[in-house]
C-alpha cells in the first residue's frame, strides 16, 4: 500500500522559512516523479513544484520562484520543499504528490501551513 506522508507544517510569520517534508513508502520512490501542491479552502489545488526521479530536474509555479526549493533524498524515500519569504496569501494545506511515468498517481493527507500577517 502507498503512503506518502507530509509533516513539517505549521504557523510561522510573513517573511519566515518553513520546510516541509513528504515521506514516501509502498512505491519504488527512485522511479516516480515528486511534486508538491497546495489548496486553499473553496479554491482549486494548485501546482508548486516537482523534481524528476534523479532529482537534477526541477520545475516551480512562477509565483514562488527564487523562495521555494524542492529536493528530494531518494535513501530516504523523501522528498522536501523549503519555503522561503512566505507571504499570507500561501497559507494553505500543502500535499505531496507522486507520479510513475505510468499511470500511477498518488497523494499525501497535506499538511497545513499558516502564514500570520
Known amino acids: 500500500q502507498v503512503q506518502l506522508v507530509e509533516s513539517g507544517g505549521g504557523l510561522v510569520q510573513t517573511g519566515g522559512s518553513l520546510r516541509v517534508s513528504c515521506a514516501a513508502s509502498?512505491?519504488?520512490?527512485?522511479?516516480?516523479?515528486m511534486g508538491w501542491f497546495r489548496q486553499a479552502p473553496g479554491k482549486e489545488r494548485d501546482f508548486v513544484a516537482a523534481i524528476r526521479w534523479g532529482g537534477g530536474d526541477t520545475s516551480y509555479a512562477d509565483s514562488v520562484k527564487g523562495r521555494f526549493t524542492i529536493s528530494r533524498d531518494n535513501a530516504k524515500n523523501t522528498v522536501y520543499l523549503q519555503m522561503n519569504s512566505l507571504k499570507p496569501e500561501e497559507t494553505d494545506v500543502y500535499y505531496c504528490?507522486?507520479?510513475?511515468?505510468?499511470?500511477?498517481?498518488?497523494w499525501g493527507q497535506g499538511t497545513q501551513v499558516t502564514v500570520s500577517p
Open positions: 509502498g512505491l519504488t520512490f527512485s522511479s516516480y516523479t
Open positions: 504528490h507522486a507520479a510513475s511515468n505510468g499511470p500511477e498517481r498518488y
